[in-house]
C-alpha cells in the first residue's frame, strides 16, 4: 500500500488561534487580502481582526473582495492582475473554501502572461507549464467544508464553456500558513453549515473507496469521517457548540489531507458539472443530492464491501454488517441536519440535462473517474443522475 505524502503546511489550529497571526513569520511586506462578494467577514469582525494582525506583523495590505461561490474564471483573473498591479508579495485568503481556492489560483496566475486557461486541464484547457513563480498563500478560514487551507488546489469556473475544474497542483500553493479557528466559523447558518460539513465528508468517503487509498489516507479519511457523524448535527443545531464546531472543523482539515494522501472519485467530478450549469447551486448541496445514489451504485458492485461496512460504523452506526448499511447512516445523518429534502429542480437543473451532466463530468474532471473502484460509464452516470432527481 504504497503512498506519496508531501504537507508543508503549518497549520495553527483551535478557538483563538487568529490572535497568534501577528506571531508567525510572514512570506513578505505587503499582502493582498481574499475575501468573498458578500457581508460575513466584515459583519462577524473577523476581516479587521486580520489585518490588524497582519499590521502588528509589519505587513501592509490591499484588499479584493469579489469572490463569489463557485468563483469565476474572470474574478480569479482580475484577482491576479490586481496583485501584480499593487505589487503584492503574497495572499491572504480570508473566508470558505471558495476564497482559498481562488486565492491559491490567483496566486497561481498572478505573475503568468496569457489567459487563465493557458495553464488548466479539462476539455478546452492548454495545459501550459507555469513561466513565472507563483506568490505564497496564507489560508484563514471561517467555514468547514473543503480542506482547501491544507492542499495545494483549486476549483474555478468557466461559464463560457460550462467548466468547474480543480486546477494548481504546484508544490508552491500549498499554504505556507493555514489558520484553522473554530471561532471564525459560529456566524455560519445552519444550512450552509450543514452544506460545508457533507462537502468534507464527501471527501474522506470518496477518497476511503477509491483506488488511491493507503494506510494514511484511510487514517485522515476515517477520523473526519468519525468526527463529523458524531458532530456535524450539533453544530448545525446550535451554531455556538464550540465543542462541535472544533471538531467539524478538525475534520475538515483532516478531509484536506485526505486530497493530498488520496483522490476524491467521480461524486465530485459529477457536482462540479450541476454547479457549472446551475452557478447558484452551493457545492456541498449539490453533493448531497446525489450522493445516496451515487454510493448505493457502488455497493450495488460488491467492489468494496468492507470499506462500505466500515464507513457506516465510522457514521455511528456501529452495528453495520451490510454495505447499504453505509447508505441508511447517510440518510440519517441528513435528516438530523436538515438537508435530506433537496432538490435538483429547485436550482433550475432538468431532468433532460442528466447525460450532459454525466459527459461535461467525464470530459471536465476525468481524473476522478480514474480513482473510482470500479470504472463507471457515462449510461451509469447519467442514471446516478435521473435516480437523484427530484
Known sequence: MPYEFFNPTRVLFGPGQLNHLHAQTMPGKKAMVVISNGKSTRESGALDRTLKQLSMAGVETVLFDKVSANPLKST?????????????????????????????????????????????????????????????????????????????????????????????????????????????????????????????????????????????????????????????????????????????????????????????????AMEHAMSAYHQSLPHGAGLIMISKEYYTHFINKHCCDQRFIRMAQALGKTDAMDPMDFVTALADLQEACGVSDLKMSDYGIAKEECMTLAKNARATMGGLFAADPVPMSEEECAAIFEKAYK
Open 76 to 268: 480569479v483573473e482580475e484577482g491576479g492582475r490586481f496583485a501584480k498591479n499593487n505589487n503584492c508579495d503574497f495572499i491572504v485568503a480570508l473566508g470558505g473554501g471558495s476564497v482559498m481556492d481562488a486565492a491559491k489560483i490567483m496566486a497561481m496566475y498572478a505573475l503568468q502572461p496569457g489567459d487563465l486557461w493557458d495553464y488548466v486541464a479539462g476539455s478546452t484547457g492548454k495545459m501550459q507549464p507555469l513561466v513565472n513563480p507563483t506568490l505564497p498563500v496564507i489560508a484563514i478560514t471561517t467555514t468547514a467544508g473543503t480542506g482547501s487551507e491544507v492542499d495545494q488546489w483549486g476549483v474555478v469556473t468557466n461559464p463560457e464553456t460550462n467548466e468547474k475544474i480543480g486546477c494548481g497542483g504546484q508544490d508552491s500553493l500549498f499554504p505556507v500558513l493555514a489558520i484553522v479557528d473554530p471561532e471564525l466559523m459560529v456566524t455560519v447558518p445552519p444550512k450552509f453549515t450543514a452544506y460545508q460539513g457533507f462537502d468534507a465528508l464527501f471527501h474522506s468517503t470518496e477518497g476511503y473507496i477509491s483506488k488511491a487509498n493507503s494506510l494514511m489516507s484511510d487514517m485522515v479519511q476515517l477520523a473526519a469521517i468519525e468526527n463529523i457523524g458524531k458532530y456535524l448535527a450539533r453544530a448545525v443545531k446550535d451554531g455556538n457548540d464550540l465543542e462541535a464546531r472544533e471538531h467539524i472543523a478538525f475534520a475538515n482539515t483532516m478531509s484536506g489531507y485526505s486530497m493530498v494522501a488520496g483522490a476524491c472519485t467521480s461524486e465530485h
